[in-house]
Nanobody, 123 residues
Framework: QVQLVESGGGLVQAGDSLRLSCAASGRTFSSYYMGWFRQAPGKEREFVATISWGGGIRRYGDSVKGRFTIARDNAKNTVYLQMNSLKLEDTAVYYC????????????????WGQGTQVTVSS
């Protein structure tokens, strides 16, 4: 099973940009559909973005559409989340996740998760 490690989180100001990375172990990374989710304190885990194994299909949550971009580099076993125009409400722990079969916005369908990386947006 694939193992995932996120990085790139930090403290930024509103309006800034940040890029998260998720490095995957295993030779079958390119066969996985990847997703990003986030969870703020006291809230449920929220879908952010997902990308197909080849990168041709990308889906975004309504709250990040137009500001965030998901991408992947299968040669580097890495998926990225470029976050622009960050808002206070983007503050959360961000998780990457992997699944097989198809893209999905449902966290319950993902079979592997990273440990998360904290993103804090200040005013």
């Amino acid at each position: 099973q694939v193992q995932l490690v996120e990085s790139g989180g930090g403290l930024v100001q509103a309006g800034d940009s940040l890029r998260l990375s998720c490095a995957a172990s295993g030779r079958t990374f390119s066969s996985y559909y990847m997703g990003w989710f986030r969870q703020a304190p006291g809230k449920e885990r929220e879908f952010v973005a997902t990308i197909s194994w080849g990168g041709g299909i990308r889906r975004y949550g309504d709250s990040v559409k137009g500001r965030f971009t998901i991408a992947r580099d299968n040669a580097k076993n890495t998926v990225y989340l470029q976050m622009n125009s960050l808002k206070l409400e983007d503050t959360a722990v961000y998780y990457c996740a992997a699944k097989s079969g198809s893209t999905s916005v449902s966290a319950g369908e993902y079979i592997a998760w990273g440990q998360g990386t904290q993103v804090t947006v200040s005013s």
